[in-house]
């Protein structure tokens, strides 16, 4: 009760001018929603130590003991490497410092909200809904900039999208992701057309920062199509040649990246990321070809990849839990489809459509490239999709619906 009436008196969710009883009701619906992901995951066997949402508590009650008896330890062990050889090993999965970090994060944040929920993981999942609560109604205020319209599609899209709320609201990193990416696109259009502030330049550094420590392959995504959508906002006259340029150059600098630092192998990196999810096999495990780490490899195994990434599970693949995901996959689909043949004119700010295009069509490619696990495909794409849902939405002409139902006459 107590956090329901909060969500309702904080300014900046009062900003996004939804009635108190709607945000009541989507912070209620997350908070459920959460604990059916904890309940669903200590289903399956061992879930204490198999499970990552369960494992993420069971070692974070170490961690609430830790910081009780010796709060410095607690904060010096996240820089701590007990590796040799130095930081490096930055995109190595195993005897990584920086592997480690990303779980090292998690379990200490468990460990801090262990403190104020009495140890409880369902009631962690109320805290933690409280914080990731600001990434929809982040966005949802961003799309709001562009269109006072259809109002009812992007609340679909921000608060009740089935799968990205399955994915967001359980205790893992995909809410502080999707949290983390919502921020920065609304702090950086706050600039664009309110206020610019140094707290906001702040803000959208440490977000970039905790991207980076939770999950950096987001960065190669992100951060290209970011400084592309900057720069095109100052020349909107050039957007396309801005992006189209950009892609051609960022593509370039990937492939070519080991002739300026050897150890900065970007296509061999990714081709290792896919090995080693190989290896795990795995019950929804995808057979497929070892990618090759250079242009023709990648543009081979590049219909491999979109598949994987845009249209898995295929229909009737899987058990019966993994129907929503399908019709997730054909919702994008249809929205591609309306956004082709059913195109608003005029186009709503286009950097920032193309921005969110980029984002999320690349995250999900770099998704389909490395995971061949469906069910992993799943959970990492949650941040990506309602990105590109919100670009497409954005894109359609909703209105001439209403047109053709009004022209139809019995």
């Given at each position: 009760?107590?956090?329901?009436?909060l969500?309702?008196?904080?300014?900046?969710?009062?900003?996004?001018?939804?009635a108190p009883?709607l945000?009541?009701?989507?912070f209620?619906?997350?908070v459920?929603?959460?604990?059916?992901?904890?309940?669903v995951?200590?289903?399956q066997?061992?879930?204490q130590?198999?499970?990552?949402?369960?494992?993420?508590?069971?070692?974070?009650?170490?961690?609430t003991k830790?910081?009780?008896?010796d709060?410095?330890?607690?904060?010096k062990?996240?820089?701590?490497?007990?590796?040799?050889g130095?930081?490096?090993?930055?995109?190595?999965?195993?005897?990584?410092?920086?592997?480690?970090?990303?779980?090292?994060?998690?379990?200490?944040?468990?460990?801090?909200?262990?403190?104020?929920?009495?140890?409880?993981?369902?009631?962690n999942?109320?805290?933690?809904?409280?914080i990731v609560?600001?990434?929809?109604?982040?966005?949802?205020?961003?799309?709001?900039?562009?269109?006072?319209?259809?109002?009812?599609?992007?609340l679909?899209?921000?608060?009740?999208?089935?799968?990205?709320?399955?994915?967001?609201?359980?205790?893992?990193?995909?809410?502080?992701?999707?949290?983390?990416?919502?921020?920065i696109?609304f702090?950086?259009?706050?600039?664009?057309?309110?206020?610019?502030?140094?707290?906001?330049?702040l803000?959208?550094?440490?977000?970039?920062?905790?991207?980076f420590?939770?999950?950096?392959?987001?960065?190669?995504?992100?951060?290209?199509?970011?400084?592309?959508?900057?720069?095109?906002?100052?020349?909107p006259?050039?957007?396309?040649?801005?992006?189209?340029?950009g892609?051609v150059f960022?593509?370039?600098?990937?492939f070519?990246s080991?002739?300026?630092?050897?150890?900065?192998?970007?296509?061999?990196?990714?081709?290792q990321?896919?090995?080693e999810?190989?290896?795990?096999?795995?019950?929804t495990?995808?057979?497929?070809d070892?990618?090759?780490?250079?242009?023709?490899?990648?543009?081979?195994?590049?219909?491999?990849a979109?598949?994987?990434?845009?249209?898995?599970?295929?229909?009737g693949?899987g058990?019966?839990?993994?129907?929503?995901?399908?019709?997730e996959?054909?919702?994008?689909?249809v929205?591609?489809i309306?956004?082709?043949?059913r195109?608003?004119?005029?186009?709503?700010?286009?950097?920032?459509?193309?921005?969110?295009?980029?984002?999320?069509?690349?995250?999900?490619?770099?998704?389909?490239?490395t995971?061949t696990?469906?069910?992993?495909v799943?959970?990492y794409?949650?941040i990506?999709?309602?990105?590109?849902?919100?670009?497409?939405?954005?894109i359609?002409?909703?209105?001439?619906?209403?047109?053709n139902?009004?022209?139809?006459?019995f």
């Open positions: 009760m107590f956090f329901s009436w969500i309702t008196r904080i300014r900046f969710n009062r900003k996004s001018e939804l009883v945000l009541v009701f989507f209620v619906f997350r459920i929603t959460g604990c059916i992901y904890g309940w995951h200590s289903l066997p061992d879930y130590t198999t499970m990552d949402t369960w494992k993420f508590f069971s070692d974070g009650l170490n961690e830790l910081l009780i008896n709060p410095a330890a607690f904060f062990e996240l820089v701590r490497n007990p590796y040799q130095g930081f490096g090993r930055f995109f190595s999965t195993s005897d990584s410092y920086w592997n480690d970090l990303k779980h090292n994060i998690m379990i200490k944040f468990a460990g801090i909200l262990n403190l104020f929920s009495g140890s409880n993981y369902y009631v999942i109320i805290f933690y809904n409280f609560f600001f990434g929809p109604v982040a966005l949802y205020r961003s799309v709001r900039y562009f269109t006072s319209e259809n109002k009812n599609i992007y679909f899209l921000c608060f009740l999208f089935p799968t990205t709320v399955f994915w967001t609201c359980g205790f893992h990193k995909e809410g502080l992701l999707f949290t983390s990416v919502s921020l696109i702090y950086c259009l706050k600039a664009f057309y309110s206020t610019w502030r140094w707290t906001s330049v803000m959208i550094i440490f977000l970039f920062g905790l991207i420590l939770l999950r950096n392959n987001i960065i190669f995504a992100l951060v290209p199509a970011w400084l592309l959508w900057m720069l095109s906002h100052h020349f006259k050039k957007t396309q040649v801005i992006f189209v340029s892609v960022f593509l370039l600098l990937f070519t080991k002739y300026f630092i050897p150890r900065l192998d970007l296509p061999e990196s990714v081709r990321r896919q090995i999810f190989m290896l795990l096999g795995g019950n495990y995808v057979q497929m070892t990618l090759q780490p250079n242009v023709m490899g990648f543009v081979k195994h590049l219909p491999i979109a598949d994987m990434a845009f249209l898995r599970p295929h229909p693949e058990s019966f839990f993994y129907i929503p995901f399908t019709i996959s054909v919702t994008v689909i929205f591609a309306l956004a082709l043949t195109k608003r004119k005029p186009m709503p700010d286009k950097p920032f459509l193309y921005f969110m295009l980029m984002y999320a069509i690349g995250l999900l490619l770099l998704i389909g490239y995971i696990n469906t069910g992993a799943i959970r794409r949650s990506a999709f309602p990105f590109l849902l919100m670009a497409l939405a954005l359609i002409n909703w209105s001439s619906f209403r047109k139902r009004a022209s139809i006459k």
